[in-house]
Every structure is written in structure tokens, then in C-alpha cells.
Nanobody, 124 residues
Framework: QVQLVESGGGLVQAGGSLRLSCAAS????????MGWFRQAPGKEREFVAA????????SYAGSVKGRFTISRDNAKNTVYLQMNSLKPEDTAVYYC?????????????????WGQGTQVTVSS
């Protein structure tokens, strides 16, 4: 059974940084795409970033490109989201997701497994 467990969220001032982690278990994820999505109150869940586990290719939403970096550690079976230059509009619950695919999808319904989410709050 696939389990995704996020950690690393918290409260940070605008301009600060956070690193989110997603510990994945229950599968060999070499044939998966791992993604990060976020959902702010009253808004739809939106794509943030994704990585093809096997080759490390990445994709980012325009709103975070140049500020966020997604990476994975094969030995730890963990995906990271390094978030720099945070803005108040980055405030949301951040979710880790896994898609059994070799192509990066950017809509939430393409992903098969989800973590419980971690809150990120950026104060102005």
C-alpha cells in the first residue's frame, strides 16, 4: 500500500524559505511521477511542481518557477520541495502526490495517491 507522508510545513515571513519533504513507501517509485500540489482556502487544488522519479526531469507552475525546486533522494525514497523567496500568496496546504506514469501531469485528477498535506503560512 502506497503511503505518502509530508513534513516541513510551518509559519515563515515573506522572503523566507522552507523545505517540504514527502516520504514515500509501499512501492518502487522508479516508474512514478511525484508531484506537489497546494490548496488555499476557497480555491481549487493547483499544481506546483513535479518530477519524473526515474530520470529526474521536472516541471513547475509559472507562479513558482525560479523560486521553488523539486528533487528526490533515491536512497531515502523521499521527494523534496525547496521553497525560497516565499510570498503571502504561497500560503496553502501543500500535498504530495504520486502518479503511475512516465509523463508529468499537471491536474490533480491524474494522480493516484495523496499524502495528508502540510500547512504552509507566509506572513507579510
Amino acid at each position: 500500500q502506497v503511503q505518502l507522508v509530508e513534513s516541513g510545513g510551518g509559519l515563515v515571513q515573506a522572503g523566507g524559505s522552507l523545505r517540504l519533504s514527502c516520504a514515500a513507501s509501499g512501492r518502487t517509485f522508479s516508474s512514478y511521477v511525484m508531484g506537489w500540489f497546494r490548496q488555499a482556502p476557497g480555491k481549487e487544488r493547483e499544481f506546483v511542481a513535479a518530477i519524473i522519479w526515474s530520470v529526474g526531469s521536472t516541471s513547475y507552475a509559472g507562479s513558482v518557477k525560479g523560486r521553488f525546486t523539486i528533487s528526490r533522494d533515491n536512497a531515502k525514497n523521499t521527494v523534496y520541495l525547496q521553497m525560497n523567496s516565499l510570498k503571502p500568496e504561497d500560503t496553502a496546504v501543500y500535498y504530495c502526490a504520486a502518479d503511475r506514469s512516465l509523463y508529468i501531469g499537471t491536474t490533480w485528477d491524474e494522480y493516484d495517491y495523496w499524502g495528508q498535506g502540510t500547512q504552509v503560512t507566509v506572513s507579510s
